[in-house]
Structure formats: structure tokens, C-alpha cells
């Protein structure tokens, strides 16, 4: 599984974005798909994940003001985040999992894009 990430930039507090993965090679492997973040010195965390129903589970920190989608191939996974807030600000980065989704713990999933950075001023 090939993940891709985009969409990330800087924006004022109170903003929006909105971030893709396109998503290629093995995606029968790609059961679980989600958004993780990272600060540096701290931990990546997850944000968001969806399975292939659709259903979503999300961090509190989040809940409300981010939602995380699907393209109906399934190819291409989104993130639209809006109320941004300065403690969003981070490196985020697409996961798949090859299993059923078990929760927001980086441990469950195998494949990682490369993370793309979004800062929010203040």
C-alpha cells in the first residue's frame, strides 16, 4: 500500500483545510484508513479513522470541527478540518491498516504516507 499525502499549509485560527491521501498499490490491504499527528517530542496521535463502511471514530480533541471521508473508489481519503486552533497545528499523516479498525493507536496500523504540515497562527 502507497500512501500520499497533501493539503497541509498554514492557516489562521478559526481557518479551514482540508487534507487528502491518495491511495495505491495493495488497497484490498487498506481496510482501515485514518489521520494520525505528530509534534516533535511528543507522540503521533490518532485523529480520525474510518473503515470501509464507513463507520468513524474520533479523538475528542477533534470531535466536531474535523471529518474524515472517503472518495467512493476508496482511493483517496480526506480530512476536511475547519475551527482550527493553534494546538492543531502539526505534522499530519494518512494510515492504513490491513484489519478491521481497532481504535486510534498508531500500533494497528502498517502503512504510513510521508506527513504533510499544518500550522495554525494564532
Known amino acids: 500500500v502507497e500512501l500520499v499525502d497533501s493539503g497541509g499549509g498554514t492557516v489562521e485560527a478559526g481557518g479551514s483545510l482540508r487534507l487528502s491521501c491518495a491511495v495505491s498499490?495493495?488497497?484490498?490491504?487498506?481496510?482501515?484508513l485514518g489521520w494520525f499527528r505528530q509534534v516533535p517530542g511528543l507522540e503521533r496521535e490518532g485523529v480520525a479513522i474510518?473503515?470501509?463502511?464507513?463507520?468513524?471514530t474520533y479523538a475528542d480533541s477533534v470531535k466536531g470541527r474535523f471529518t474524515i471521508s472517503t472518495a467512493s473508489d476508496k482511493n483517496t481519503l480526506y480530512l476536511q478540518m475547519s475551527s482550527l486552533k493553534a494546538e492543531d497545528t502539526a505534522r499530519y499523516y494518512c494510515?492504513?491498516?490491513?484489519?478491521?479498525?481497532?481504535?486510534?493507536?498508531?500500533?494497528?496500523?502498517?502503512?504510513w504516507g510521508p506527513g504533510t504540515q499544518v500550522n495554525v497562527s494564532s
Open positions: 494510515a492504513a491498516a490491513p484489519g478491521w479498525c481497532q481504535g486510534l493507536a498508531r500500533q494497528y496500523f502498517s502503512y
Open positions: 474510518i473503515d470501509k463502511y464507513g463507520v468513524v
Open positions: 498499490g495493495d488497497t484490498y490491504s487498506a481496510v482501515c
